[in-house]
């Protein structure tokens, strides 16, 4: 899990950036993602993207500066997504308006 603090919030050009280079297992080559280790029956070889609990189709415009905290789930941890978690999942949970 990637967690991020106010003091030490180094500077992220998008979410792939944050993303990149942080997980292992994980890769990242442009705005695609491929968690390695994981195959699937669907065509596409992208992760489930959950954020804030709520499953989205694409991060593209999440600022890297209202990420709270960043964890990738694979194999049996995914089970719980069924069938969409079998290519991962990547949890992203933003700040509030409090933090």
């Known amino acids: ?9 180094p500077v992220y050009q998008d979410i792939y950036d944050m993303i990149r280079g942080r997980f292992p297992g994980v ?5 695609s993602i491929k968690i ?5 029956l669907n065509i596409s070889t ?7 609990g709520v ?13 709270k905290s960043i964890e990738v789930l694979k194999g049996p941890d995914a089970t719980a997504y069924g069938i969409r978690g079998s ?3 990547i949890l992203i949970t ?4 409090k933090e």
């Open 1 to 9: 899990m990637l967690n991020i603090k106010d003091s030490v919030v």
């Open 55 to 67: 499953i989205v189709s694409s991060v593209d415009d999440i600022a890297p500066e209202t990420v």
């Open 36 to 40: 390695r280790g994981t195959t699937s």
């Open 27 to 31: 890769e990242v080559s442009g705005k």
């Open 87 to 89: 290519n991962g999942v």
């Open 94 to 97: 933003r700040r509030t308006g």
């Open 46 to 52: 992208e992760p489930l993207f959950v954020v804030d």
